[in-house]
């Protein structure tokens, strides 16, 4: 059997409806030669019966990369890949942050805890010191003072902050991408 094989990615998941979409577009291309269709996800795979001829092959290559419905273009596969590396972004978030070898947690609710606590930690009605919790609630810290909040404020939205700076950097070399190749070389080993 003659093979040809392309690699797709669809935006949506819908292989089915897409195999089937792009099979119909490649038998009313090449009529009359019978083929098979393979997926795995990524990869879509034409099987021909019999040997194409060039033509044949230029035919069915122009079809397939043609075929525009649920295929992302570049700014599609742009969008998958932002939203990825948001998702990632939101996953370090949500791993908390270090201060004095316990671990805080960031969620959202710890942030406006941390904000509120932070906007009156001069005021003399707040008695030191506070008790704060760790994030799996198997500790907690005594912030012994003012100053000491303060660290501990700035530890956290520092490192909300590196990551949110570590994801707009990447993000940024996804904006720059002229090609889907370019995109796809962006990679999000944080």
Do not use: C
Not at 115 to 122: A, L, R, Y
């Amino acid at each position: 059997m003659s093979q040809h094989s392309y690699t797709r990615t669809l935006t949506n998941g819908a292989w089915d409806a897409e195999v089937s979409s792009l099979s119909r577009d490649v038998e009313a291309a090449i009529p009359g030669e019978p083929f098979t269709v393979a997926v795995n996800g990524v990869d879509i795979e034409f099987d021909f019966t019999s040997a194409l001829t060039a033509g044949q092959v230029t035919t069915l290559d122009s079809t397939v990369s043609t075929h525009k419905a649920g295929f992302p273009d570049l700014q599609g596969h742009k969008d998958r890949k932002i939203a990825e590396i948001d998702q990632r972004t939101t996953e370090l978030i949500g791993q908390g942050f270090v201060y004095a070898a316990k671990n805080f947690s960031l969620s959202l609710p710890s942030q406006s805890k941390m904000v509120g606590t932070h906007q009156i930690k001069d005021n003399p009605a707040l008695t030191y010191p506070l008790k704060w919790n760790t994030k799996n609630d198997d500790d907690k810290y005594d912030i012994t003072d003012a100053t000491d909040l303060g660290n501990f404020y700035l530890t956290g939205f520092g490192t909300i902050r590196a990551h949110l700076d570590s994801g707009t950097a990447l993000k940024d070399s996804v904006r720059a991408a002229t090609t889907v190749e370019e995109v796809a070389a962006v990679v999000d080993s944080r």
